[in-house]
């Protein structure tokens, strides 16, 4: 019996010795024994086969994927991204750890698809009732490519909350960049100009965190209220040397609602 990287299990007639090396998945050697045997022709189709099956594997991605359950994953299910066949499941084996290795063939023509950045789920498929299929999903087309080894595979579950950690980073960094902004030039405005732009930021605060979720009001909390309660504080600084600091009242009172949201 023959199993060795993409190639599938066969038998192997006692006359041949069939040699795969394990480096390099493409090379084969046959030999056969006995001079006999190199007289008969029935080696022949044995030989083609080895050959062709071996053939498939040359540019292929070999990847093991561990999960905790398979969910009914088998042998020959397919490997989609973006609803296409990009490969196929070669093996699905426990390794004694209450844990699974699912080893996967990505084809050539996918395979630099692959990256540091790609996540395997396995999912129910709807076309074949009661199998199941891997999913890949790139967070992102800026990964690096994946070389053939080991990566730990994902849930449904811990593929959006990545997505979401994700997303809120990236929405961290651009409100940080445009407070940056805001403040830089909050400091050259007029008073009153001040006053209608400090006004408006609350103003969308307010609206904002009424259907924000926690993440959002802590980072409001930590991030964003300081810097308005520092803008309010220069402002009413600037307004009490015009004799107007009672005209701030109103920016006050909404402030003090964004600190009890």
Known sequence: MVDQGCLPSFTVPD??????????????KVSIRGEKMRNNR???????FVYVMAAACVGSLQLTVLYDRTEGLKQNDPVLWNEQKIGK?????????????????ISKDFSDKVTDESRFVIQADPQRQGESFVKMVNLSEKGNPLPTGTVEGSTNLSLQLEKTERGLEAWRKHLERELERWEEELSQLPEREWYKELEREMDYWLNKLGQAGVETREYFKEEVLPRLEEALRELRKRLRQLGKEKEIETLEVKLDKLKNI
Do not use: T
Not at 89 to 105: C, F, I, M, P, T
């Open 42 to 48: 029935s080696w022949i189709l044995p030989l083609i």
């Open 89 to 105: 499941v070669q093996s699905v084996k426990q390794n004694g750890q209450d844990r699974a290795s699912v080893q996967l063939q």
């Open 15 to 28: 006359q041949y010795d069939i040699i795969v090396n394990p480096d390099i998945h493409y090379a084969v």
